[in-house]
């Protein structure tokens, strides 16, 4: 059994021939950027109006400018501008040549062809060139592009960005004791409620999941099954047999159709089984059976791996408070995760039975991660919370 620490540092090890793609900035959103995009361009590329108003020069202390010329925006401005004279211009328009001011409409009256201030003009009122970013400037790391950045990319003026290609991720539901919701229980049978489960953590990666249906326990219905997974994944998800039962084949199995055995055996609670494994460029992860177990394994490994592949760290979001009743645990040799409540500061646990005890999970919003070697978190601590 390994630590969490190491699992996740053989994860991070992996060296990975990932594809990217080039896809419009339409179908970027999600999407995980591979690339650190630069500006190419000034922004703005001219000097402009930040207000509606009258383009002078600030050194002309005139009582009154005859207006050359209306300026709107995307207009070419086409007279200089000099003493005794301004251009009327418009919010986003380009400077005229000798202008660097603007007196604001508010700020001046219009007769007979001519501008008249009536107010002082504290302010130029004008964007410089380049004042928002240079070409060359860092405009966005690598990473999952959120809709704001759809609209930066596009006021540079690219029409595609390269994005990493969408990982497919198979889904192998084992155990002959599962029965798909909608169909009739029998003696002795559960739902299926792990492919489910896996089926939307990977949709919301923005990955793409792949069902292989319920597996029963028969090694060559499993072994056929995997094989067929090797050659249509980037990723393969088995949910069940990877403990020490009379049933419990996968790794076996999944040994017999080439794959190497990177760890078998974590130090979480739940999820101590956890096997994790790779053919050539697919990756492999046996997840224990019982769903919350299930739960907690994507969330803390799967989903490293899925950022790695993309070049990325996964980070969780981890929040602090105080803790409205104490934990108390026996099992002080494996780091533990707790389902909590999170709210205004504080952080209260939920009854919870073990890794089968599923809607345990229905009113959690975070775990509260027990390092291994405690055995108790009291009443008024402030605790570690992470998100789900």
């Given amino acids: 059994m390994i630590t969490i620490d190491r699992a996740m540092e053989i994860i991070k090890s992996q060296k990975i021939d990932w594809a990217v793609e080039d896809i419009p900035i339409l179908d970027a959103l999600g999407r995980i950027l591979v690339n650190e995009i630069v500006s190419p361009l000034d922004s703005p590329p001219f000097a402009k109006a930040a207000m509606d108003g009258f383009a002078i020069n ?21 007279a200089t501008v000099k003493k005794g004279f301004c251009s009327k211009i418009m919010t986003g328009a380009m400077m005229p040549e000798g202008a660097d001011k603007i007196i604001r409409v508010e700020f001046a009256d219009e007769l007979n062809g001519e501008a ?19 070409i060359g400037d860092s405009v966005l790391k690598a990473g999952r592009l959120a ?8 006021s540079l003026g690219f029409p595609t960005v390269k994005v990493s290609k969408k990982p497919v991720i198979g889904i192998l539901t084992t155990g002959s004791e599962l029965k798909n919701p909608g169909e009739k229980l029998d003696s002795g049978q559960i739902y299926n409620s792990n492919g489910f489960q896996m089926t939307a953590h990977i949709s919301a990666t923005g990955c793409i999941p792949k069902l292989y249906g319920i597996i029963e326990d028969n090694r060559t219905v499993l072994s056929n099954t ?28 999944l040994e017999e159709n080439g794959m190497k055995t990177l760890f078998h055996r974590v130090a979480i609670k739940p999820g101590r089984p956890l096997l994790f494994g790779r053919k050539d460029n697919v990756f492999v992860f046996g997840l224990p059976g019982n769903p919350v177990s299930t739960f907690v394994t994507f969330e803390v490994f799967v989903k490293t791996l899925i950022y790695h592949m993309a070049g990325l760290e996964f980070i969780p979001q981890l929040y602090s408070g105080k803790l409205t009743k104490s934990i108390k645990r026996r099992d002080t040799e494996r780091t533990e995760f ?44 402030f605790v570690s919370v992470r998100s789900i």
């Fill in 116 to 134: 008249i201030p009536h107010t002082p003009e504290p302010g130029k009122n004008v964007i410089a060139k380049a004042e928002n970013l240079k």
């Fill in 338 to 381: 707790h389902p909590v409540i999170l709210d205004k500061g504080e952080i209260t646990p939920i009854k919870y039975l073990g890794s089968s005890h599923l809607n345990a999970m229905a009113g959690a919003n975070g775990m509260i991660i027990i390092p291994n070697g405690i055995s108790e978190l009291k009443e008024g601590e």
């Fill in 147 to 154: 809709a704001k950045d759809i609209g930066i990319i596009a």
């Fill in 226 to 253: 995997v094989k067929k997974a090797f050659l249509e994944c980037d990723i393969i998800l088995l949910s069940g047999g990877v403990s020490k039962g009379d049933y419990d084949y996968v790794p076996e199995v």
């Fill in 58 to 78: 600030s050194m002309d202390k005139s009582v009154k400018f005859k207006i050359l010329e209306i300026i709107g925006a995307g207009d070419t401005p086409s």
